[in-house]
């Protein structure tokens, strides 16, 4: 799997788990939605990511780029 795929199932099951939280919890855990919204918001113009560095450095995966040269 890629840095950019898991990124995507990541961010994804964190909005989906924020959501949760929200109904089930406490109503104040939709600020965690809109912090995994802004942090991949300026992701895409940035191109700087901390869970992408986590997924690279302890995880060891590769983005596609790297996969596709070796």
């Known amino acids: 799997m890629s840095v950019e795929r898991a990124l995507l199932a990541f961010a994804g099951f964190m909005v989906l788990l924020s959501v949760a939280l929200t109904f089930y919890v ?3 855990f939709f600020w965690l939605t809109i912090f995994v919204g802004a942090n ?3 992701s895409a113009f940035t191109g700087f990511c901390p869970a992408a560095i986590v997924m ?15």
């Open 26 to 28: 406490h109503a104040n």
């Open 40 to 42: 991949m918001f300026q």
């Open 56 to 70: 690279k450095k302890v995880f060891g995966l590769k983005s596609e780029k790297e996969l596709a040269t070796s």
